[in-house]
């Protein structure tokens, strides 16, 4: 069964970069599938980062592609992701998922809180 | 690039049966599976439903998922509610490598 763990620092500072990794056991990242990051504002909604496949190829939100890079690492099995010039308004629960199915997200970490203040 | 749309919330007592709209903004609502998932406050989201109308196993045949292509919408159907179903509900879709969310419909069951 495939699990999903966010780690990262808790509080990151105006303007710096943000950085989370997915630690992935159950299953190794090479063998295949896509794998996603989402967030989550404080009483907000669930907002897609972007989606790596297995083989590197990276998919990113529109809205967040010109800070975003989702790598991964199949040495340590697990993903990462880096979100650049971070404000206030990237406050958020960030989970990991996985996608089994290209289309389905799951199952889902069980997320990290960063704030973005100084 | 689409949207979903969602109300933002629905409320209905113990037993009775209620129903989540998801509509899609462009482009057809069949033409790629609609996932739905429960949140439930401090917790990460699980899958209630996946490609349109399927159940994981372990979710009870009280949640059912459709599509409806002359409102090119889908809908999430939660039937004789019970106080546990309390939680938020998303749907989401997949696009040409564009994965989407809607914005979340509070479920309260009173």
Known sequence: Q??????GPGLVKPSETLSLTCAVSGYSISSGYYWGWIRQP????????????????TYYNPSLKSRVTI??????????LKLS???AADTAVYYCASLLLPHWFDPWGQGTLVTVSS | NFMLTQ?????????????????????SIASNYVQWYQQRPGSSPTTVIYEDNQRPSGVPDRFSGSIDSSSNSASLTISG?????????????????????????????L
């Not at chain 1, 495939?2 to 780690?7: G, H, R, T």
């Not at chain 2, 509610?81 to 419909?105: H, I, M, P, R």
């Open chain 1, 2 to 7: 495939v699990q999903l763990q966010e780690s």
């Open chain 2, 7 to 27: 109300p933002h919330s629905v409320s209905e007592s113990p037993g009775k049966t209620v129903t989540i709209s998801c509509t899609r903004s462009s482009g």
């Open chain 1, 42 to 57: 404080p009483g907000k909604g669930l907002e897609w980062i972007g989606s790596i496949y297995h083989s590197g190829s």
């Open chain 1, 71 to 80: 790598s991964v690492d199949t040495s340590k099995n697990q993903f990462s």
């Open chain 2, 81 to 109: 509610l019970k106080t546990e179903d309390e939680a938020d509900y998303y749907c989401q879709s997949y696009d040409s490598s564009n994965w989407v969310f809607g914005g979340g419909t509070k479920l309260t069951v």
């Open chain 1, 85 to 87: 010039s971070v404000t």
